[in-house]
């Protein structure tokens, strides 16, 4: 048998040893004996260093009970550890015993990588950290596992190397340069793969006269790429001033490989956001100037026409009229879609259902009704939510009626305005035209859903096949339409977290449903 086995009687002397059993048990007495000469020689006293451990204590207990007793056990002084089952009979004890030493490590070993991939895991999903704070919990783990003094999360600019988040003993602190031709980083980023140095001089002889490495001291070192835009970034290292007995494990090379991909895809994120963000900055300073530069001109316009106006009638005044509305709607169009995109990068609580009500008093809504029952509070930007609110209810009194409700020139399109000037021909974009009564009512209802809320109304709809189009920035089925409106209205619950879907109101109007609304 390839397991060790012995016999004891009822008095803790050996009756039986195969040759495994012999061998195990003269390793722990420290002495070399025949299986012969170790039958009748008494367990605790041949091996005193057994008494008073887990061995004794289930021996013990299978002798007293007369049961069947099996454990795992680590036995210190041979530092193995035993898998042991021991059979009690009327005579004694029969144990049968093998070493596990190395199920147990590799055991020990995969308990550990778990650890510290849930430690990497809470520290990457950490979103209250900001992306520096998150770096440096990675250095910290990667200083553990790897055994070393130093981790540094570097960049790379033109032949300087700039270290950006450092853990070091030492005087390097974030912000220092060198000069990128004294480090072993400059063979990862020439070559854009992971170096792995368990000793500079021996693995690298030519690295190791580097001033970096001769100055500092540098005998061992692990690095990868950090890329950013298909361009490497830099790099993301440890290393330290002792050479390592032993050389970095395939483990630690795939850990600091999955470490640096992490980085890599966190930091073109993160300067992604900051490009979009300058980039909305400059288009709502381009949008507010444009406003300010094109109000001006309609007022000053608004005045001669209200001049022309009295002193003769004429059909061209009123398309003049709306076109002058017109304008100002694609200008307070540009202003919303300018700051619609933007990250809510301060969301305050508001009731939801307060803030419809407050958008349809802004919104010119003649002959129709809204139906407000929501009660539920989210984290937003209460200015943009309100514009969503005011574009939907615009979209469905424009849009949704079978008849028309306004002056004959047209929709009215001025928001919250006492100006009845309309544009031309804008009446119906869901539907055709159908000649009706100025006492038609357009019913406008919001309400909840389980995970958000829906705005919906007994309109006649938006066909089947446009419904997937009419959130696209531009799209227009009206003439002379911007499809700007609905493309915010995309926009604001985008910035918020939110999905909005278009589909048919219970009344065969047309509903658009938010959810992921917290």
């Not at 008849?403 to 919250?416: I, K, L, Q, T």
């Amino acid at each position: 048998m390839s397991e060790g086995v012995f016999g004891l009687d009822t008095d803790w002397q050996f009756t039986y040893l195969n040759e495994a059993g012999r061998a195990v048990v003269c390793d722990a007495a420290d002495e070399s004996f025949t299986a012969a000469e170790l039958v009748g020689r008494n367990i605790w006293e041949l091996i005193p260093d057994a008494a008073g451990t887990t061995f004794e204590a289930q021996y013990r207990e299978a002798m007293r009970t007369g049961e069947r007793v099996s454990f795992d056990a680590y036995y210190e002084p041979l530092d193995v550890w035993l898998d042991v089952r021991a059979y009690p009979s009327e005579t004694g004890l029969s144990v049968c015993f093998r070493d596990v030493t190395e199920r147990r490590r590799e055991y020990d070993r995969l308990a550990t990588r778990e650890t510290v991939l849930r430690e990497i895991y809470e520290a990457i999903a950490d979103r209250e950290s900001s992306f520096e704070e998150r770096v440096d919990d990675l250095l910290r783990i990667g200083q553990r596992v790897f055994d070393t003094s130093y981790g540094t999360l570097s960049r790379v600019r033109g032949d300087e190397y700039v270290f950006e988040v450092v853990r070091s003993p030492g005087d390097v602190t974030a912000g220092d340069t060198v000069d990128l031709s004294t480090t072993n980083c400059e063979r990862v980023v020439l070559t854009a793969e992971t170096l792995v140095l368990a000793n500079v001089a021996e693995d690298a002889p030519d690295l190791a006269d580097r001033a970096g490495n001769r100055e500092w001291g540098i005998s061992c070192y692990l690095g990868t790429p950090v890329v950013v835009d298909d361009e490497v970034y830099g790099t993301f290292c440890f290393y330290d001033t002792d050479a390592r007995t032993e050389p970095f494990s395939d483990w630690q090379v795939t850990l600091v490989d999955l470490m640096g991909r992490w980085v890599s895809a966190a930091l073109e994120r993160k300067l992604t956001e900051n490009r979009l963000r300058h980039q909305n900055d400059r288009l709502e300073k381009f949008a507010t100037l444009v406003s300010h530069d094109l109000r001006n001109p309609l007022n000053v316009a608004d005045g001669w026409l209200e001049m022309a106006e009295e002193d003769c009638e004429s059909e061209a005044l009123a398309h003049v009229s709306n076109s002058h509305d017109r304008m100002r709607t694609i200008v307070d169009d540009l202003l919303m879609l300018a700051r619609a995109g933007r990250t809510v990068d301060d969301p305050v609580d508001l009731d939801l259902g307060a803030v419809a009500a407050d958008a349809w008093a802004q919104v010119e809504t003649p002959n129709a009704t809204l139906t407000v029952d929501l009660d539920r509070e989210v984290g937003g930007d209460p200015t943009r939510i309100q514009h969503l609110f005011e574009n939907l209810f615009r979209n469905s009194v424009e849009h949704g009626s079978t008849a028309p409700r306004s002056d004959p020139r047209g929709d009215s399109v001025e928001h919250g305005s006492t100006n009845s000037r309309t544009q031309s021909g804008d009446s119906v974009e869901h539907g055709s035209p159908v000649e009706g009564t100025d006492d038609a009512t357009l019913s406008v209802a919001v309400g909840p859903l389980s995970d958000g809320f829906y705005v919906a109304d007994d309109g006649v709809g938006i066909p089947s096949e446009s419904r997937e189009r009419v959130l696209e920035f531009g799209y227009t089925t009206a003439e002379g339409g911007t499809g700007i409106g609905l493309g915010i209205v995309e926009d604001v619950a985008t910035a918020h977290g939110w999905t909005v879907a278009v589909t048919e109101g219970e009344d065969g109007g047309a509903r658009f449903e938010f959810t992921n609304v917290t």
